[in-house]
């Protein structure tokens, strides 16, 4: 870390014990990814409810070139120590992700496709798609999500996974767009 960790207790008394579990995962953090630039805990006890429990609440802020990663926890007293625990493995997971972007490891996520339903064969229980390139694509009622197959009509917008079939194309997953939606 190229600052020290900041460590802040708020409506409750600083604990020794807690700071030490603190700095430990914070190391170990550092230690998993080596360019963190600051990192900054929270304690805190906002709300002193003590016939319904004490919860606690715990915000790391760390931060990385172009980028700060937040995590924020809620719990009670007893569990403070797997909340601390739990809280930097969530940071970590952030961390895992910023660096795989950095990497340029994640795939980028390819726009589902947009057709229009042309016609319905609803006592067979498929369809036909109309592409906008002028492709026919084929549909089986069991490939329509969220939403019914019965619902379907001629010329309803949908969005599709394409896939190749045994007799060509097909749409394995058929998702219809709503009203406000372009195609």
Not at 83 to 95: E, K, N, P, T
Not at 118 to 126: I, V
Not at 157 to 162: P, Q
């Amino acid at each position: 870390m190229r600052l020290p960790i900041q460590i802040a207790f708020h409506n409750m008394p600083r604990e020794a014990d807690i700071e030490e579990a603190i700095r430990a995962s914070a190391e170990w953090l550092d230690n998993f990814y080596d360019r963190i630039m600051s990192c900054r805990v929270v304690v805190d006890l906002p709300h002193l409810h003590h016939q319904e429990g004490n919860l606690y609440q715990i915000r790391i802020d760390v931060k990385v070139p172009g980028r700060e990663l937040v995590v924020k926890r809620e719990g009670e007293f007893k569990d403070l120590d797997m909340m601390i625990r739990d809280s930097f493995d969530d940071a970590r997971r952030q961390l895992e992700d910023y660096a795989r972007r950095q990497r340029g490891q994640v795939k980028a996520r390819e726009p589902q496709a947009h057709a229009r339903v042309a016609r319905l064969f609803p006592d067979a229980g498929y369809g036909f798609l109309a592409t906008p390139d002028g492709r026919e694509i084929y549909f089986h009622q069991n490939s329509v999500s969220e939403a019914k197959y019965k619902d379907l009509t001629v010329g309803t917008e949908v969005r599709f996974v394409e896939e190749l079939g045994d007799k060509g194309p097909q749409a394995t997953t058929l998702v219809p767009v709503g009203r406000h939606s372009h195609l």
